[in-house]
């Protein structure tokens, strides 16, 4: 291997050359390798592993990391084997990901994570080296004391205009969480080729949790100058936030809320709107209720109509939708029991044709189970009856029921079973 970066790597790689030559061979084999041996050859290397009396597991497994990777460079093969390298390294990151606690526990966790950024420098133009994707991900959950430090010695040993393009998204993350956003854009733009939108999907998650929006602006203007609208891929729920948040024209708002009527959902619906006048809600409403109720055919357009009937209270159109469009009431959603609950509770006068076409309903089916719900229905009912003093009405109601259907005696004595 190349000289030794750090204390005790020659050591080390002393201790598991062999080791990490049958791995090298297992991974350049040339015979057709699928996941799952791969998988296998991955379980191999970290079983050799455990073997080793050593408390610094963590060195070890980034001593065998970086032996594979030189002997795969000094041999030219890397691009030949690049998925079987990826699997590798992914799998023996995710090792020393799983191990951050004990290293923590331990006091090892600084150590190694200097080990690491050494590693990172070392090969920071090298577009293959495993060591920027394993940095990313320890950034996202990284003690905020660190990161500072991190950032300083990146920015202190890297050439931003020179690194490899997995660098420069960890070192740019480093920066964006040490709350540097031109820093970070910079590192960004420093790259020839445009990125991809999951590439940057943490970065736009972060500006997002940090309500960033302007700063979100200025990367989408800067990184994707040549994008039209909805062509944003995983970043697109972001950017839609953020034009629902920044002053825009009414096309910009538009287009947000044609794109959310392709797929409803009432938690984004609320992420969208979170920043609107009571007004501009209103209008908004009135805009996507009718849209809505020409979708109720979709399942999840249906839920979110539900749902928005329900937390603005629209009653009157609540009622209406139940008396067009519930032909089964034994197999409401929950989000359709809910509203029918509230309806109920909060309208009365609006609840009670609902409950009598429901009731109705039921019993046209002639089934035992639909017989039980309409007796729970029509219990119900009597209390709404009772809410507004006019019990008599109901008694007159029930009476004229049990003559229409004095032929479905499994009805009628659902009926006396239940006290009615």
């Not at 920015?155 to 998204?169: A, F, G, I, M, T």
């Not at 979709?298 to 469009?325: G, I, M, N, S, W």
């Not at 609006?350 to 729970?376: D, F, G, M, N, T």
């Amino acid at each position: 291997m190349e000289q030794s970066l750090f204390k005790g790597e020659a050591g080390a790689f002393a201790a598991i050359e062999q080791d990490i030559i049958h791995t090298y061979k297992l991974i350049t084999s040339s015979r057709y390798i699928t996941n799952r041996h791969l998988e296998q050859i991955s379980a191999d290397a970290k079983k050799r592993l455990s073997h080793v009396e050593s408390e610094d597991d963590w060195l070890y497994l980034l001593t065998y990391m970086r032996g594979i990777y030189t002997l795969a460079e000094r041999a030219a093969t890397y691009e030949e084997y690049e998925r079987r390298f990826h699997y590798f390294f992914q799998a023996m990151s995710d090792e020393l990901l799983a191990g951050r606690e004990k290293m923590q526990l331990t006091g090892a966790f600084r150590p190694f994570l200097e080990q690491l950024l050494f590693l990172v420098v070392y090969h920071a133009e090298e577009a293959e080296a495993p060591w920027p994707p394993l940095l990313f991900q320890l950034l996202k959950n990284m003690e905020a004391s660190y990161i500072e430090p991190i950032f300083t010695f990146l920015s202190e040993s890297v050439d931003r205009s020179r690194c490899s393009r997995p660098l420069s998204l960890a070192y740019s993350y480093a920066a964006l969480l040490a709350g540097d956003e031109k820093a970070a854009l910079s590192i960004l733009r420093a790259q020839r080729h445009p990125y991809l939108d999951q590439e940057l999907r943490s970065h736009f998650e972060l500006l997002k949790q940090r309500s960033k929006w302007q700063t979100m602006k200025e990367w989408v203007d800067a990184l994707f100058p040549h994008k039209h609208q909805g062509t944003f891929g995983s970043l697109q729920p972001f950017i839609d936030e953020m034009k629902t948040t920044l002053p825009a024209n009414k096309k910009e708002f538009d287009a947000v809320w044609n794109r959310w009527l392709l797929s409803p959902s009432y938690q984004r619906f609320l992420t969208f709107s979170k920043h609107y006048r009571d007004d501009e809600l209103e209008e908004l409403l009135n805009r996507l209720l009718p849209e809505l109720k020409r979708r109720l055919h979709q399942v999840e357009a249906a839920k979110t109509f539900e749902k928005l009937l329900l937390t603005t209270k629209r009653y009157p159109l609540a009622a209406d939708y139940f008396l067009k469009h519930e032909r089964d009431p034994l197999r409401m959603r929950p989000e359709k029991v809910e509203l029918l609950e509230a309806l109920r509770r909060d309208a009365p006068a609006y609840a009670k044709p609902v409950y009598h076409q429901l009731v109705i309903r039921l019993i046209e089916k002639k089934s035992r189970l639909h017989y039980e719900q309409a007796a729970v229905l029509l219990k119900e009912l009597k209390g709404i009856y009772e809410q507004d003093e006019t019990l008599f009405r109901f008694a007159d109601y029930l009476t004229k029921l049990k003559k229409m259907y004095r032929t479905y005696r499994a009805f009628i004595e659902e009926l006396k079973r239940i006290g009615l």
